[in-house]
């Protein structure tokens, strides 16, 4: 068996061959008086989602050729099965990336979120398909936001959708046969998501967060909006610094701007430190509602004294389709740019101190980050890197995604341009770097590998700069234990307080007393 030939070391892996594909398996519930046997049926290729239609005769079944993650990305298909015949009677034809998709109440439309094609780097753009034909077209063409969740109504062909549109999200509400839509929760209330709509139509249950509170459950019915959970009481009698979403225009005149939290305690003309907590993607955006977490520090960094900004750069989703393609084909170009751009317009309102700035981000903010380190050395005093990008040669050749960033972010293959995407790698830049650099990563990160943190830091390490790498065993790409979210959080606040605030020359310590503060958290509630 294979469990005995692994004891005896037969256990050789061929890189991703020999993948198995995950199964549809259909179960009647109906006979529960007899064992339940669910029956597999025989579709081609891996069954990634699956949604029945309201009479239970249709499933919408979403495939794709492989259980890889780039295939689940790039190539993913939205099918209707009978379920009597279990036979495939549909497919939508659509191109690049494909999220959620709903039947209509009585079966006849299919909802879809999918991209404007294979160079769109996000599912905004919201699809109405006839379920028979698969007819499918765009439902709201040319919309200047990217729609983010949806549900149909239960006794009509009316679509509930949350839509986001710069750094505010809105609820809207479109009929079968019009493009027209209608607002029912306008901008500026809540940052929206998660849809929910009660039997009868009247009622809506939704999470939403703002700048005051993370995600709460709301409900609306008719006009009223009502809050009905407070998992966060003991924010309630907290101060909020200032929160506000900006924008202006770049060097070369495109409009730029991100979400600003000022210090808690504010006084005009004085100038305070800054940290720029840049978003990952880049095909993602900051909305103006909740943004602190363990790796953003939000009315954190406000409480102690700093400016946090937001930024959403060129690239960024909320504004459309072609804004959301600037960044593409030039990597750490604009794009990055647009960061010291952001930085000197906050110096401009008499908000920061130039000297005092630091950069943080994860991911592709990470990249942001190591790049603000090297190439960008003289714009900032502090960088913390998480999951970030150094070498984008080595990039390719390693992560899990290589055909979504060649198709929705480079549009180049590195043997092709070798030579640019060196000079767009943090590393090549590593000889010219000031910047005291905190670098960490999950261990086992299969979209960035961790050895693009160990690049970097051993770049900078053999000439003597301020580096440190810190690994979090048994994490990917981001921190999903508490233990490993509260250490970075320290990690973070620590590296930026000590240059940014404190205004040391040498590293912090590595070390964090753990068993100390928690037993101190344990002493502060009794």
Request: no cysteine; net charge neutral.
């Amino acid at each position: 068996t294979e469990k005995e030939l692994k004891k005896l070391g037969f256990m050789a892996e061929v890189y991703e061959l020999g993948l198995k594909n995950k199964q549809l398996h259909l179960v009647d519930l109906v006979q529960s008086e007899k064992a339940l046997k669910p029956a597999a049926v025989e579709i081609e290729g891996y069954v990634s989602d699956i949604n029945f239609s309201d009479e239970g005769d249709k499933l919408l079944v979403k495939t794709q050729p492989t259980a890889l993650i780039d295939d689940k990305y790039m190539k993913s298909q939205w099918h209707v099965m009978d379920v009597a015949s279990q036979k495939i009677t549909t497919s939508f034809k659509t191109e690049g990336k494909l999220g959620a998709a709903e039947f209509s109440y009585e079966g006849d439309y299919v909802a879809i979120l999918g991209a404007e094609d294979k160079h769109d780097p996000a599912t905004g753009r919201l699809y109405l398909a006839n379920a028979k034909t698969g007819e499918i077209e765009e439902w709201i063409p040319n919309f200047m936001g990217h729609i983010g969740d949806f549900e149909w109504a239960n006794r009509r062909n009316t679509l509930n959708f949350v839509a986001n549109v710069g750094a505010e999200s809105f609820v809207g509400q479109i009929k079968v046969g019009s493009n027209k839509y209608k607002k029912i929760v306008k901008e500026g209330k809540l940052i929206a998501s998660n849809l929910s709509v009660s039997d009868s139509d009247k009622t809506i249950v939704l999470r939403g967060n703002t700048d005051k509170h993370p995600n709460e459950v709301f409900m609306l019915r008719g006009k009223n909006t009502k809050r009905l959970s407070d998992s966060n009481d003991w924010l309630n009698d907290k101060r909020f610094a200032k929160q506000e979403n900006i924008s202006f225009k770049a060097r070369d005149g495109v409009e730029i701007g991100g979400v600003l939290i000022y210090p808690l305690d504010y006084q005009e003309g004085k100038r305070y430190p800054l940290i720029m907590a840049v978003h990952g993607g880049p095909e993602s955006h900051d909305k103006d509602g909740w943004l602190t977490s363990y790796s953003d520090p939000g009315q954190m960094g406000a409480a102690r004294g700093y400016a946090v900004f937001y930024p959403n750069y060129r690239g960024s989703t909320g504004k459309g389709v072609d804004y959301s393609k600037l960044g593409q084909g030039d990597y750490a170009g604009k794009e990055f740019d647009d960061l010291v751009d952001m930085k000197n317009h906050l110096v401009e309102m008499g908000l920061v101190d130039s000297k005092r700035v630091g950069i943080t981000g994860g991911s592709y903010g990470g990249y942001a980050s190591a790049w603000g380190a090297t190439k960008l050395t003289e714009h900032f005093a502090a960088s913390v890197m998480f999951v970030g990008v150094t070498n984008q040669l080595s990039k390719f050749g390693t992560t899990d995604i290589s055909n979504e960033m060649y198709l929705v972010h480079a549009r180049s293959y590195p043997w092709e341009k070798w030579q640019w995407y060196l000079e767009r790698s943090p590393i090549y830049w590593a000889g010219q770097s000031e910047t005291p650099l905190l670098i960490m990563h999950g261990k086992d990160d299969p979209r960035v590998h961790p050895a693009q943190s160990m690049e970097l830091y051993r770049y900078m390490k053999v000439q003597g700069k301020d580096v440190r790498l810190v690994y979090y065993p048994g994490e990917g790409h981001g921190n999903r234990k508490v233990a490993a979210q509260y250490d970075y959080s320290i990690r973070l606040m620590r590296w930026m307080d000590n240059y940014l605030i404190d205004g040391k020359k040498t590293m912090p310590t590595y070390e964090i007393d753990h068993a100390a503060n928690l037993k101190a958290a344990k002493e502060a509630k009794k």
